[in-house]
């Protein structure tokens, strides 16, 4: 076994993973963590539809910045996907996307302050990276034969129209279409930092323990989610997309001074605008870096090492549940409504659920984001193993998982995995805003004491951390020859 | 069609925009630290908001927001005009916003006092120090922003201990408010917390303690806390004198349900020095450049 | 002039050189069948005439190079997309003009698949693509034609159309064929290939199906 790479690799994380364990802070703190989730799920029984007002408005608000962001995300991603074989281009893209919806909403309160456009900007500017590395992949992959024999003369659009396009439109609308659905769920923990969608009223609902509101808030995210092939019609979006501008919400004007006064007083190092010159920035850098960002990067590294392994125990745990190898319809779609739910709540709010239940610890974080990234993966391998055919004569049960099932499964088990690390990553990172010590808690206390300098400087860390481990996750991808279409 | 299409998209953009822009441009907007629970505040601000339109008779709205940066933020933006601070945040808003001025405190505001309290499992007592025991317990803060439920303890900690928090308790976090803190300690899920003796009376009040599980160990000394803090060009938009009526409204404010709601007996007359002491101790304390 | 002569044909796959070095001279008028085993460096030597004549060329390439998601129509259509502005191009891809709908269901009508006009590519059977690919040549209308196997799906009737459509249009032609009677029923000329090198070069009136069959 061990001269199989594959296993090789994946024992040196699994040995990382168990380290991590015995550094992090993992620990159940709440007095009563079972009576708290009992009531959550007593909430949940019991949902409130009619606490809030606002709560309709939550919801379309939530749509209307979902649509509105992605859409201008994949209309520019898709422009920079047409020069993404420019390095500067690609570099910029890795770095936009590097930074999580969250703290992009983060730096545009500070000076858009409750403008639609905060809301807006935050999922578009990360997603117009993401739509535009994945839209050129597709667009690389198309068949080059047809180009190719246009008369000579055809004009670069018209070629890019006839031969490229037609191709990759399927791809390209499937892809966009998924990833409408994260918009959604981008668009609803923008609530979290006080944008008027659905994760608004969810924390306000939850840190007041009125888990029936709570609930009710979550079971209509979900309809709206698991509803979408329903409502989302090709017909439809135009229709859609004109609307939901109207639906953002007032907001309060921009005032153009504050955007000036970020950029060129804000975020300049504190040292550099008191004229304390260059002995101040390094004294300055080097407190930041010893005091915030060097324990923020170690945690952020143990925490996403640790979920990283627990994604891939709970998605092998995970896949015979909806497999059809495994067990009879009925367990089939009682596990396929497991897992819906598991990947359809965004990582952010299943840890800030259970940090309310558990106490602020790594664990919650690591259950959360094992949670929400195992059920996406579970689903992925569970509906590849639905392709396998095996002889009649085949052994059943846990023979049947480890000997038929999982060695079949495995490389594209490891490859959705790697694809995924980056992603822990960057959600590892922002769960510090909930109180785990991790970046985001340091720029979160930066942004709380009006120091936009050092959050800026975390800001950049954080993202440059993420592009080291997509750098290396895709490495390790290539070295194992695992191939993957792209899952957010 | 196309062009129809996209000259549609660029006229909705532009009405979304123009709604924006009119729908407050002469709204006198006002917002709160959310030191509390939201719906407490919901409940009290809109009470206040439709006290000061019928003063002032111009359209008064307030907006909750999520933390004391963007209070303090919307605040310097200009996209508030008046904000109910606590004692650092207001300090840090004013050092943002030349011009901008506190207004009126409660008259509890003057010498407010922290309570730290402690789960029953710990077994301390109430003393004239904060207890020696509290060291190598679970501690809870409020938020980061909070004179009250930071600021002010975590100098008294330092005070007695020098050391830091993190250092002298075995897990220190944040628990979001004051409310929140409470509930925490009571919950068991922090041994010990501090927070904003006035939460801590109207929960008693209300009933809503269970002082069987949590008490109070400490009661720290007095120091000024919240305060109303308004923008020094509130005048040019809303007409001479508008800072003065605001002030006046505010101190005249007697409906006893409103200032139940705070809960404070009454307003009086604020200065910027009044907060002098708060600005220090954050400066020393690294939380104010 | 729609002939040529290139004299330093050659290409390598790898270290193994799979064509030439050979000299090919095409005068005008001709139709030259490139006839040889499979493997011989009949598609490879189309390849590199295509590279060279590229703006006096159509091509029906082996592998035909469709776009699967494209109704035949646009995939005709495609061949004169240099002859139009690009408003016109991009409305017909949404809306195609009615001249070009007539020219192009005739040309259809004339290969039989005139009731496909509007279905895409992707849906269509081996033969059917193959007379799409054909289509498209045809109606980029450039003085030359180079074929690979263009008539390998097609049923015997067919395959005569076929032919007899290309050669009839095309004033000059060079098609890789390895149906040896249809090679000497409709080209003037055979070229024998065997190991990338000419082994056979003679008019197809001196030849009788049995001199070619040695190469194979």
């Not at chain 1, 993973?17 to 159940?28: E, K, N, S, T, Y």
């Not at chain 1, 007032?250 to 010159?277: A, C, K, M, Q, Y």
Request: glycine share 8%; aromatic share 12%.
């Amino acid at each position: 076994m061990l001269s199989y790479p594959t296993v090789r690799v994946s024992l040196l994380f699994l040995a990382i993973a168990v380290a991590g364990l015995f550094v992090a802070d993992i620990a159940i703190t709440t007095a009563n963590p079972w009576r708290d989730l009992g009531q959550f799920f007593i909430g949940v029984a019991t949902p409130n539809f009619f606490s809030t007002e606002g709560l309709l408005t939550a919801l379309l608000r939530t749509v209307a910045f979902g649509f509105v962001g992605v859409a201008l995300g994949s209309f520019f991603g898709f422009l920079l996907a047409l020069v993404y074989r420019l390095l500067p281009v690609r570099i910029f893209c890795a770095f936009i996307r590097a930074i999580h919806e969250l703290f992009w909403a983060l730096i545009f309160l500070q000076f858009f302050g409750f403008h639609p456009l905060t809301g807006v900007l935050a999922i578009a500017i990360p997603y117009a990276g993401i739509f535009a590395k994945v839209y050129s992949e597709i667009l690389e992959e198309s068949d080059p034969e047809p180009s190719r024999l246009l008369p000579p003369g055809t004009s670069a659009i018209a070629s890019f129209l006839y031969a490229r396009i037609p191709d990759c439109w399927v791809q390209i609308r499937t892809y966009t279409a998924y990833r409408l659905e994260c918009g959604l769920r981008s668009s609803a923990i923008l609530g979290f930092v006080g944008l008027p969608t659905l994760g608004f009223y969810l924390e306000s609902s939850f840190s007041q323990g009125m888990y029936s509101d709570a609930g009710a808030m979550l079971i209509l995210f979900y309809v709206l989610i698991a509803t979408m092939p329903i409502w989302v019609r090709p017909k439809l979006l135009p229709a859609y997309l004109l609307a939901a501008p109207f639906f953002l919400g007032e907001g309060f004007p921009i005032v153009w001074g504050n955007v000036e006064r970020f950029f060129t007083e804000d975020i300049v190092p504190s040292p550099l605008r008191n004229g304390e010159g260059l002995a101040g920035l390094s004294s300055w850098l080097g407190d930041v870096m010893i005091t915030e960002a060097l324990p923020g990067i170690w945690n952020t590294i143990v925490l996403t090492q640790v979920a990283l392994v627990a994604t891939g125990l709970l998605s092998l745990l995970a896949f015979p549940l909806i497999s059809k190898h495994f067990g009879g319809p009925v367990r089939r779609t009682s596990g396929h409504v497991f897992l819906v739910i598991a990947r359809s709540t965004p990582e952010y709010i299943l840890a800030y659920i259970l940090l309310q239940l558990w106490g602020p610890s790594m664990l919650p974080a690591v259950v959360a984001l094992a949670l929400h990234n195992g059920g996406i993966i579970g689903h992925l391998i569970g509906r590849q193993t639905n392709a396998i055919e095996l002889r009649p004569d085949a052994p059943t049960g846990f023979t049947r998982y480890s000997w038929e099932l999982v060695p079949r499964v495995y490389r594209s088990f490891l490859a959705f995995l790697f694809y995924r690390w980056e992603i822990i990553m960057r959600e590892t990172a922002i769960l510090g805003i909930l109180g785990i010590y991790t970046l985001g808690f340091y720029v979160d206390s930066a942004i709380q004491n009006i120091q936009f300098d050092r959050a800026m400087i975390l800001i950049l860390i954080t993202a440059s951390l993420n592009i080291g481990v997509d750098v290396l996750g895709r490495f390790i991808r290539r070295k194992l020859a695992l191939q993957t279409m792209p899952t957010c | 069609m196309i062009t129809k299409q996209i000259r549609k998209w660029l006229v909705s953009g532009f009405l979304t925009l123009a709604v924006a822009t009119t729908a407050s441009a002469q709204t006198f907007v006002f917002t709160a630290i959310p030191d509390e629970d939201e719906t407490k505040l919901v409940e009290r601000f809109r009470g206040i908001a439709d006290y000061l339109s019928e003063q002032l008779e111009v359209d008064v709205r307030y907006i909750p927001v999520k933390s004391y940066a963007a209070a303090i933020s919307a605040f310097r933006n200009n996209q508030v005009q008046l904000a109910w601070f606590g004692g650092l945040s207001g300090v840090q808003a004013r050092a943002l916003v030349p011009g901008s001025e506190a207004l009126a405190q409660g008259v509890e505001d003057q010498a407010f006092y922290n309570y730290f309290i402690a789960h029953k499992s710990t077994g301390l007592e109430r003393a004239d120090e904060l207890p020696e025991g509290v060291r190598g317990k679970t501690f809870t803060f409020g938020s980061k922003g909070s004179t009250s439920g930071r600021l002010i303890p975590e100098y008294h900690i330092r005070d007695r201990f020098n050391e830091a928090p993190e250092t002298v308790f075995s897990r220190v976090g944040f628990s979001g408010n004051h409310t929140r803190t409470l509930r925490l300690v009571e919950s068991g899920t922090y041994d010990v917390g501090a927070l904003n003796y006035k939460v801590w009376e109207k929960e008693l009040e209300d009933g809503n303690i269970n002082t069987d599980d949590v008490k109070i160990i400490w009661k720290t000394p007095g120091f000024p806390n919240y305060q109303w803090t308004i923008r020094g060009d509130v005048d040019e938009r809303f007409g001479e004198g508008f800072k003065d009526r605001v002030r006046q409204a505010l101190l005249d404010l007697d409906d006893p349900a409103l200032l139940e709601s705070f809960p404070r007996e009454g307003f009086i007359p604020a200065s910027n020095d009044d907060y002098e002491p708060i600005r220090s101790v954050a400066s020393e304390l690294g939380i104010i450049d | 002039m729609s002939g040529f002569a290139f004299n330093d044909l050659s290409a390598s796959f790898g270290d193994k050189r799979v064509v030439g070095p050979l000299s090919l001279e095409v005068q005008q008028g001709q139709h030259v069948a490139l006839v040889g085993k499979s493997g011989a460096g009949k598609s490879t030597l189309i390849k590199l005439l295509y590279e060279r004549l590229t703006h006096q060329a159509s091509l029906v390439p082996q592998g035909l190079g469709l776009v699967n998601a494209l109704p035949v129509f646009h995939n005709v259509f495609m061949g004169q997309l240099d002859q139009h502005p690009l408003w016109y191009n991009t409305l017909t891809l949404i809306r195609p003009f009615r001249k070009d709908r007539d020219i192009i269901g005739t040309l259809l009508n004339g290969l039989s698949i005139s009731e496909k006009q509007w279905v895409p590519a992707a849906s269509l059977s081996g033969g059917q693509r193959q007379r799409v690919a054909i289509a498209r040549a045809l109606y980029r209308s450039a003085p030359m034609l180079l074929a690979d196997e263009p008539i390998s799906a097609l049923d015997e009737p067919m395959a005569h159309l076929v032919m007899k459509a290309l050669t009839d249009q095309f004033s000059t032609s060079v098609i890789a064929l390895h149906d040896v009677d249809m090679a000497l029923a409709y080209c003037t000329r055979i070229v024998g290939i065997q190991d990338g090198r000419i082994a056979l070069d003679q008019p197809a009136s001196e030849l009788q199906a049995a001199d070619i069959m040695a190469l194979y």
